[in-house]
């Protein structure tokens, strides 16, 4: 028994910075995920306009379709999920809220001075940011701006002008210093798009920090550890008969710019969402196309650009809306159409680590084994006696872990060496 759990605990080992990626549901999604204060999961399918809770178990409820709808998300402080339309309302678009399990409700309606909401983002001020667009089929430009609304519906123009050359593509982000930076892009006609970043600062004056004469900013910035900017850019066109690429850069709050990451098609191409800034300190991030199947890609980079590929997706496209860490302490996201997927249709996965072994105790003549796990994470306990046989044997067919490590007791018959698996099913 000594010999057996030697084995197991170098060979759990080797897995501990493996993650496993776990397709949930397939037919829905393909845009923006949150998780409530209620435990579920909210997301957007803004192909078919709905709006919808999401269980881990599988469990999906169709909560609203809103015409318009935009696919950003956001949890704000007073418990409150806030979204988007670009049309609704009178027409011009709509703040939504979605209460803690579910309801639906409609919160701010916009003007025709500025129309065509696109997201919102929660500032470390707990108020809400955002940009109008445009909400014309035709893509005609109308006026633009950058705004505040508070969760007591106080609604605020921070910057705005008819027209202006870049149109806002982002919601801005919120640093420490009470500015917000964001992205906006030029040359929607062509096949060449720039990009610049700008500040604004609490003052309300507008900066351009920097400005990209080729390529485009893929779904906004996000803060790193360092108090830098993080984002990365896509290919809008790539040359006839090229693969799409992209990067992954930082830059400072003071302009300072720095390419950390140019992508190529083995390891990934064409990053469309923003990164996140997971609770290990390191960047996640997807792109859409490139790895094995061409289907995209997951990734972790860290601060110094090391980039490692945590993942392949082998069906639908690549996610286009950015991972989220959720309470459990796992990755979420979702995979919109694409080979394999009906048009409009797409899959949610959880990206998650694999189980590690930490005990195996025989005293008693029972088998007691710990392994790490997540909370309503479910597994399968196997065994053999030998590594040369092929097929192995199910001890334990289904266990649901209640926290981040679980113990259980087996009452095998005992035997002079045994190995045991761990598996994390659906």
Same mark, same amino acid.
């Given at each position: 028994?000594?010999?057996?759990?030697?084995?197991?605990?170098?060979?759990?080992?080797?897995?501990?910075?493996?993650?496993?990626?776990?397709?949930?549901?397939?037919?829905?999604?393909?845009?923006?995920?949150?998780?409530?204060?209620?435990?579920?999961?909210?997301?957007?399918?803004?192909?078919?306009?709905?709006?919808?809770?999401?269980?881990?178990?599988?469990?999906?409820?169709?909560?609203?379709?809103?015409?318009?709808?935009?696919?950003?998300?956001?949890?704000?402080?007073?418990?409150?999920?806030?979204?988007?339309?670009?049309?609704?309302?009178?027409?011009?678009?709509?703040?939504?809220?979605?209460?803690?399990?579910?309801?639906?409700?409609?919160?701010?309606?916009?003007?025709?001075?500025?129309?065509?909401?696109?997201?919102?983002?929660?500032?470390?001020?707990?108020?809400?940011?955002?940009?109008?667009?445009?909400?014309?089929?035709?893509?005609?430009?109308?006026?633009?701006?950058?705004?505040?609304?508070?969760?007591?519906?106080?609604?605020?123009?921070?910057?705005?002008?008819?027209?202006?050359?870049?149109?806002?593509?982002?919601?801005?982000?919120?640093?420490?210093?009470?500015?917000?930076?964001?992205?906006?892009?030029?040359?929607?006609?062509?096949?060449?798009?720039?990009?610049?970043?700008?500040?604004?600062?609490?003052?309300?004056?507008?900066?351009?920090?920097?400005?990209?004469?080729?390529?485009?900013?893929?779904?906004?910035?996000?803060?790193?550890?360092?108090?830098?900017?993080?984002?990365?850019?896509?290919?809008?066109?790539?040359?006839?008969?090229?693969?799409?690429?992209?990067?992954?850069?930082?830059?400072?709050?003071?302009?300072?710019?720095?390419?950390?990451?140019?992508?190529?098609? =083995?390891?990934?191409?064409? #990053? !469309? /969402?923003? @990164?996140?800034? %997971?609770?290990?300190?390191? $960047? +996640? *991030?997807? &792109?859409?196309?490139?790895?094995?199947?061409?289907?995209?890609?997951?990734?972790?980079?860290?601060?110094?650009?090391?980039?490692?590929?945590?993942?392949?997706? =082998?069906?639908?496209?690549? #996610? !286009? /809306?950015? @991972?989220?860490? %959720?309470?459990?302490?796992? $990755? +979420? *996201?979702? &995979?919109?159409?694409?080979?394999?997927?009906?048009?409009?249709?797409?899959?949610?996965?959880?990206?998650?680590?694999?189980?590690?072994?930490?005990?195996?105790?025989?005293?008693?003549?029972?088998?007691?084994?710990?392994?790490?796990?997540?909370?309503?994470?479910?597994?399968?306990?196997?065994?053999?006696?030998?590594?040369?046989?092929?097929?192995?044997?199910?001890?334990?067919?289904?266990?649901?872990?209640?926290?981040?490590?679980?113990?259980?007791?087996?009452?095998?018959?005992?035997?002079?060496?045994?190995?045991?698996?761990?598996?994390?099913?659906?």
């Amino acid at each position: 028994m000594v010999l057996a759990s030697l084995w197991l605990c170098f060979f759990s080992q080797s897995l501990q910075a493996e993650r496993v990626l776990q397709q949930l549901l397939r037919g829905a999604g393909g845009d923006y995920l949150v998780e409530g204060v209620d435990g579920n999961f909210y997301g957007t399918d803004t192909s078919s306009s709905n709006l919808f809770q999401f269980r881990p178990d599988g469990t999906f409820h169709l909560l609203a379709r809103l015409v318009g709808l935009n696919a950003e998300l956001t949890l704000a402080d007073d418990g409150n999920i806030y979204g988007t339309t670009r049309t609704g309302g009178a027409g011009y678009g709509t703040v939504f809220q979605i209460a803690p399990g579910g309801q639906v409700f409609p919160f701010y309606f916009f003007s025709s001075t500025f129309p065509g909401p696109t997201a919102l983002r929660k500032g470390l001020d707990g108020a809400l940011y955002g940009v109008t667009g445009i909400n014309s089929a035709f893509f005609i430009n109308q006026p633009t701006s950058i705004f505040q609304i508070t969760t007591n519906g106080a609604f605020t123009t921070l910057h705005g002008g008819t027209n202006p050359p870049p149109g806002f593509n982002s919601s801005p982000v919120q640093g420490r210093d009470g500015s917000l930076y964001g992205t906006a892009e030029f040359n929607v006609y062509t096949r060449t798009k720039a990009s610049l970043i700008y500040k604004l600062s609490t003052g309300g004056a507008y900066q351009v920090l920097y400005r990209l004469t080729n390529g485009f900013i893929s779904g906004g910035l996000i803060f790193g550890p360092d108090d830098s900017l993080y984002g990365t850019t896509g290919q809008y066109y790539p040359p006839r008969g090229a693969p799409a690429t992209g990067t992954v850069f930082r830059i400072t709050t003071n302009g300072l710019f720095h390419e950390l990451f140019a992508f190529s098609q =083995t390891n990934g191409s064409d #990053p !469309q /969402a923003r @990164l996140l800034l %997971a609770g290990d300190s390191y $960047l +996640y *991030g997807s &792109t859409t196309q490139g790895g094995i199947s061409n289907s995209g890609t997951i990734f972790r980079i860290t601060t110094n650009g090391n980039l490692t590929t945590l993942a392949d997706l =082998t069906y639908g496209n690549g #996610p !286009q /809306a950015p @991972l989220i860490e %959720a309470s459990d302490g796992n $990755l +979420y *996201g979702t &995979t919109s159409s694409g080979p394999g997927f009906p048009f409009g249709l797409g899959s949610i996965f959880r990206l998650v680590q694999r189980p590690l072994i930490t005990a195996l105790d025989g005293a008693g003549g029972a088998i007691t084994l710990t392994w790490t796990s997540f909370t309503n994470g479910i597994y399968r306990i196997d065994y053999k006696a030998s590594l040369s046989i092929p097929a192995w044997t199910t001890v334990i067919p289904r266990v649901t872990a209640t926290d981040s490590t679980i113990s259980i007791t087996t009452n095998l018959p005992p035997a002079a060496q045994q190995y045991y698996r761990v598996t994390l099913l659906p």
